[in-house]
């Protein structure tokens, strides 16, 4: 978190050293969040069993020396749960459940990134802007209630809390561009994020850590307004 908080302090320094900008934008954007690699996989010992879900962020960005840029970003991501799936699974690895209910949150991730990167006109409407991004991810695993009914013994409820982690996030993202005003954009947006979240977890023998990759793609439509 110092680490964040240092390259926010060294970013905003650097828009008040540099008196005259040529650009600084702020971008709104929605769209989806894609799990990727062990983060959408439905296995119970490393997947998370997530499903596409929403994608929603806002960006500051500042041209700083001809086509280089900085950036600031923060957003959400909701994954909803396979809990079909969730539920096959739980069943396969206990033989005394006949059946079983679950019902799920989805999986809550949200950024806080800094960045740095280079600009590109293409035509005299378009442009693309590439980024590198680092900074954390604040992540939250969905509160599920399960009901089963085990084989001799009838039904039984219970639940599964959240548990929250702050870890290291990394990623890229590729922004193409088009002008529709001297002051607004419209724009395509895809990011990759990265990061590895421990989640701790009481049970019956103690303290259970769960370790998961978060990996997620997100796609979405950007509306860019020049504010300075």
Known sequence: ???????VFFFLNLLTINAQPRKL?????????????EFKKT?????SFTLPGF???????AAILRNYTLLLEG????????????????????????DLYIRSEPFKTIQLMAGAGYSRQLAEKFSIDGQLLAGVIFSSTPYQLYKATYYLLGEDYFEITRSRDISFAYGASLQLIYKITPCYYLGLNNELLNSRGSFDFRTGAGIRTDKRNITLWNSSFSLIINIL
């Open 55 to 61: 994608s929603g962020s806002m960006d500051v960005k």
């Open 1 to 7: 978190m110092m680490k964040l908080l240092l390259t």
């Open 43 to 47: 296995d119970l010992q490393k997947g």
């Open 25 to 37: 934008q702020l971008s709104i954007n929605s769209g989806v969040a894609m799990p990727l690699a």
């Open 75 to 98: 957003g959400v991501q909701l994954n909803p749960v396979d809990v079909a799936r969730l539920g096959y699974e739980k069943m396969q690895a206990d033989p005394f459940i006949e």
